[in-house]
Every structure is written in C-alpha cells, then in structure tokens.
C-alpha cells in the first residue's frame, strides 16, 4: 500500500524555525518527484515546492524562496522541508506529494498525497 | 505566472444532475492541466491529468475537456459523493498554480 505520513508540524512564533519530514512507503520512493503542498485554513491549495529523483533540481514559489528549504534521502525514503522565518501567512496544511507523469514527460500531476500535517505560526 | 480562474466559486446542484466547471489560464498552458476533487478535513484527489485523460480508477461520470487557456470538467449523473470542492491546476511552468476551488454543494 502506497503512504506517504508527514510529521513535524505543531505550534511556531513568527520568525520561529520548523522541519516538516514525510515517510514514503509503498512505492519506488527514489523514482518520484516529490512536492510539498499547502492549504492554509479554509483556502485553496498552494503549490511550494518539487523535487528531482535524486535532488538535484528544486523549484520553489517566490513566496518562499531563501526561507523554505526541500530536500530528500532516497536510502531513508523520506522527503523533508526546512521552514526558517515563518511568517503568519505559512500557517497551512502541509501535504507531501508524489508526481506522476502522463504520457509524455512535459504532462505531470499530483497522484500521492499524504493526510498532511498542520503548523500553526502565532505568538 | 500563469493564474488560473475558476467559474462559478460555488454551486449548487441535485442528485442526477449535470454539471460543468470552467478553468481559464491567463496564458496557454499547452494541455497541461489537471482536476482534483477535495472533501473536508481530507486531501485532494486527482480525477483528471492532461485535460481530458481520466484517472484510473475514477469514475467514467467525469470528464475533461479544453485547450489553450480555456478548461471545463463535467459531472454527468451527480452522486451524493461527488459534492466537494474542485481545483484546476496547471503543470505547464513554475510556479505551479491552482485555480482558487469550486465548492459543490447540494441544492
């Protein structure tokens, strides 16, 4: 069975600092992009970042850039985002997702989804 | 960045009916554009990738269809289990970007 299981999430100050991981199993962990994607509380969903296989590509939103950080160990088939200087708006959901590619490799979508873990930025 | 726009924001609708969602990209996004059907309290599902290929697994009562900038997903014969939030979201550049969601909701 395919899981993916994140972990990490809780309560943070702003300016605080968070590391959110995600167990993968069930599948060819180091075959898959990985993303993580959020939703904050009662909006829409927010793509933040991918990564390659073997990490050596990463794309990030700009809202995040220089202060969260992807990055993933295929011998320990888990995927992990740094989060420094959290700010109000980081407060979300934050699923761990694995991509597929369709017929051609420029077609991709989000195909796994973990149940996602909640960090909470207040003071 | 390629926005993406959803109509309408919400919707109401019965049991049986037939119902369509339109995504419009702010620029081309060469097909590459998928569905996801969100209940409460859970993760997104995709139900459509490339427009218009369906899922495996999902079911055939769903269906996708556009090109360029212009996307629509249709619900024939609505079933209770289809009332959910729905977001478009295109896969063609970065950033990757959602549509802002469809809230079905039973009339």
């Known amino acids: 069975e395919v899981q993916l299981v994140e972990s990490g999430g809780g309560l943070v100050q702003p300016g605080g600092s968070l590391r959110l991981s995600c167990a993968a199993s069930?599948?060819?962990?180091?075959?898959?992009?990985m993303s993580w994607v959020r939703q904050a509380p009662g909006k829409g969903l927010e793509w933040v970042a991918n990564?390659?296989?073997?990490?050596?590509?990463?794309y990030y939103v700009d809202s995040v850039k220089g202060r969260l950080t992807i990055s993933r160990d295929n011998a320990k088939n888990s995927l992990s985002l740094q989060m420094n200087s959290l700010r109000a708006e980081d407060a979300a959901v934050y699923y761990c997702v694995g991509i597929r590619f369709g017929e051609t490799i420029n077609h991709w979508y989000f195909d796994l989804w973990g149940r996602g873990t909640l960090v909470t930025v207040s003071s | 960045d390629i926005q993406m726009t959803q109509s309408p924001s919400s919707l109401s609708a019965s049991v049986g009916d037939r119902v369509t969602i339109t995504c419009r990209a702010s620029q081309s996004t060469s097909g590459n554009l998928n569905w996801y059907q969100q209940k409460p309290g859970k993760a997104p599902n995709v139900l459509i990738y490339s427009a218009s290929t369906l899922h495996g697994g999902v079911p055939s009562r769903f269906s996708g269809s556009g090109s360029g900038t212009d996307f629509t997903l249709t619900i024939s014969d609505l079933q209770p289990e289809d009332f959910a939030t729905y977001y478009c979201q295109q896969s063609y550049t970065f950033p990757i970007t959602f549509g802002q969601g469809t809230r079905l909701e039973i009339k």
């Open positions: 069930g599948f060819t962990f180091s075959s898959y992009w």
């Open positions: 990564i390659k296989e073997d990490g050596s590509e990463k």
